[in-house]
C-alpha cells in the first residue's frame, strides 16, 4: 500500500505563487509514475501534470509553461511549482500515485486565487 500526504495549499493572488508538496509512504519502490490532479467546484477532476518513473513529464495545456512537477527521490516527495497562478487554477489539488494494480491518492489541499 502506499500513503500519500499533501501540503502547500493556501491563498495567493492571481500572478503568485505556490510549490505544493506530496510525501509518500509505503510500498513506494511499487509506483511506476505519479500526476497531479485537480478539481474545482462542479467540474470534473482533470489531469494537471504527471511524471513516470523514467522522469517523463506531461502538463495539461492549460498550465503547460506555469507549472513544473518534480520528485526527490531520496525524500520520497513529489512537487508540483505553479507560477503565474490564474483564478482558474483555483481547485483542489490531489496528488495520485500509480501501483499495479492499484492507483492512490492523497487527500486534498486547497488552492484559492484570488485578490
Known amino acids: 500500500q502506499v500513503q500519500l500526504v499533501e501540503s502547500g495549499g493556501g491563498l495567493v493572488q492571481p500572478g503568485g505563487s505556490l510549490r505544493l508538496s506530496c510525501a509518500t509512504s509505503g510500498t513506494t519502490f511499487s509506483i511506476y509514475a505519479m500526476g497531479w490532479y485537480r478539481q474545482a467546484p462542479g467540474k470534473q477532476r482533470e489531469l494537471v501534470a504527471s511524471i513516470t518513473r523514467a522522469g517523463i513529464t506531461n502538463y495539461a495545456d492549460s498550465v503547460k509553461d506555469r507549472f513544473t512537477i518534480s520528485r526527490d527521490s531520496a525524500k520520497n516527495t513529489l512537487y508540483l511549482q505553479m507560477n503565474s497562478l490564474k483564478p482558474e487554477d483555483a481547485a483542489v489539488y490531489y496528488c495520485?500515485?500509480?501501483?499495479?494494480?492499484?492507483?492512490?491518492w492523497g487527500q486534498g489541499t486547497q488552492v484559492t486565487v484570488s485578490s
Open positions: 495520485m500515485a500509480d501501483t499495479v494494480p492499484h492507483r492512490y
